[in-house]
T-cell receptor, first 120, second 118 residues
Framework: AQTVTQSQPEMSVQEAETVTLSCTYD???????LFWYKQPPSRQMILVIR??????QNATENRFSVNFQKAAKSFSLKISDSQLGDTAMYFC?????????????????FGQGTELSVKP | GAGVSQSPRYKVAKRGQDVALRCDPI?????LFWYQQALGQGPEFLTY????????KSGLPSDRFFAERPEGSVSTLKIQRTQQEDSAVYLC????????????????FGPGTRLTVL
């Protein structure tokens, strides 16, 4: 079974600074995806960034980037130039790839979350 | 609509009552997921549909939980004889799903239904 662990329940950062959220996972699978989702207070969960395990290059999306260390099973999220709107719960999630010829739209396995506060 | 919608947004039930939670996925999305999110925790998988077929219900915590998607669009999660431990936010997500190998399909989440069992 796969597990996802986020060891930082809460973090805070000053506006415009950089913060890194940690995530480790455990799996025996070789093909999978990793995600970071953002859940603002009382708002819907949205995808921040995704990483395919077979890609060595770390994914980036504007101010968001990941440090994917497959051997160490580590997947951290770096947020640069933090903004007040980045305040939210952040969840790391794992998804196993589906069967060879049909993507079964795999279920997400989430970590416990990190509550990030961006302070002015 | 443009996104996944869920109703009701809030539900208060007395212990022992039955509840039904509705999910309207994004039009054309084949895959539909239900997750349970306890307070201060990450979502946990409950069940998954591909069109009207329930392909995975391994996460349903007991036989009091039942989900259906009879026409492959709207889905209903039913909880019978609710217990206090059922109090949580129930999230629905949908994805397009394709037959392409190695393609991940982003799951789009609804706002959730917050269930409180007294």
């Amino acid at each position: 079974a796969q597990t996802v662990t986020q060891s930082q329940p809460e973090m805070s950062v000053q506006e415009a600074e950089t913060v890194t959220l940690s995530c480790t996972y455990d799996t025996s699978e070789s093909n999978y995806y990793l995600f970071w989702y953002k859940q603002p207070p009382s708002r819907q969960m949205i995808l921040v960034i995704r990483q395919e395990a077979y890609k060595q290059q770390n994914a980036t999306e504007n101010r968001f980037s990941v440090n994917f260390q497959k051997a160490a099973k580590s997947f951290s999220l770096k947020i640069s130039d933090s903004q007040l709107g980045d305040t939210a719960m952040y969840f790391c999630a794992f998804m196993k790839l589906g069967a060879l010829f049909y993507n079964q739209g795999g279920k997400l396995i989430f970590g416990q979350g990190t509550e990030l506060s961006v302070k002015p | 609509g443009a996104g996944v919608s869920q109703s009701p947004r809030y539900k208060v039930a007395k212990r022992g009552q039955d509840v039904a939670l509705r999910c309207d996925p994004i039009s054309g999305h084949v895959s539909l997921f239900w997750y349970q999110q306890a307070l201060g925790q990450g979502p946990e998988f409950l069940t998954y549909f591909q069109n009207e077929a329930q392909l995975d219900k391994s996460g349903l915590p007991s036989d009091r939980f039942f989900a259906e998607r009879p026409e492959g669009s709207v889905s209903t999660l039913k909880i019978q004889r609710t217990q206090q431990e059922d109090s949580a936010v129930y999230l629905c997500a949908s994805s397009l799903a394709t037959a392409l190998v190695g393609r991940s399909d982003e799951q789009f989440f609804g706002p959730g239904t917050r269930l409180t069992v007294l």
